[in-house]
């Protein structure tokens, strides 16, 4: 039986997927940020005011969705700024360059990785400095990640991914799925291995060559 829904993975770096789930929980989260001039008939939609006719003015302060910052954000006009969140910021990034293994990322936030990506679409000083942390951070966290879906065979494993993000949870996955493949071909319980059809479609295009 064919499956409901086959999962589409997030976008790479700066670029987002809308096709995928993840993808758009993600774009969901929020920015601190200022209306750098006044906002018509957004009000409703940022929190500020009851009527969807009420303009937000110049100078508020703002909780504004990612997919909705990135479409006011405009350098030239500067009809918004945002501003870092916490977990972006100098303090934090000391942390993680320190032992980025003892951050509760789940807690901090869901999609770290894919949010702190989608930092860098707009112009502050800091994204090198992010863009690093982020880089070093996921290096920094990944072995233990695996070592951990590796050695977590038909256990409960909720403990073990509480304080992943979700792009660790999905690694973390992956890891469990493989382990848990190469038990079952241990036990002789594995489908029957095959040549996969590029294998057996070039076999056949090296057979009709010769026989030319």
């Known amino acids: 039986m064919s499956e409901a829904y086959f999962p589409v993975g997030p976008g790479l770096g700066m670029e987002e997927n809308f096709?995928?789930?993840d993808d758009i929980l993600m774009s969901q989260e929020k920015l601190p940020g200022r209306a750098e001039s006044a906002l018509p008939r957004l009000a409703l939609?940022?929190?500020q005011g009851a009527g969807s006719a009420e303009s937000v003015p110049e100078g508020s302060k703002l909780e504004i969705p990612?997919?909705?910052a990135k479409?006011?954000?405009?350098s030239k006009r500067r009809i918004i700024s945002v501003e870092l969140p916490k977990i972006y910021k100098e303090a934090w990034r000391t942390v993680f360059s320190a032992d980025a293994n003892v951050v509760d990322l789940h807690k901090m936030g869901p999609y770290y990785y894919g949010f702190g990506s989608q930092l860098l679409n707009f112009e502050n000083p800091e994204n090198p400095e992010i863009a690093q942390t982020i880089l070093q951070t996921f290096i920094a966290r990944f072995r233990r990640i695996m070592d951990s879906s590796q050695n977590a065979y038909n256990e409960d494993t909720s403990a073990l991914v509480a304080r992943l993000d979700q792009l660790e949870r999905a690694l973390f996955q992956v890891g469990q799925k493989?382990?848990?493949?190469?038990?079952?071909w241990e036990k002789?319980?594995?489908?029957q291995i095959t040549a996969s059809s590029l294998v057996q479609n070039y076999g056949k295009r090296k057979l009709t060559e010769v026989d030319g």
Not at 188 to 191: F, L, M, N, Y
């Open 178 to 184: 493989g382990l848990n493949d190469f038990q079952c």
């Open 66 to 68: 990612l997919w909705l």
């Open 45 to 47: 939609l940022l929190g």
């Open 71 to 74: 479409g006011l954000h405009d």
């Open 19 to 21: 096709l995928s789930l």
């Open 188 to 191: 002789g319980q594995a489908s």
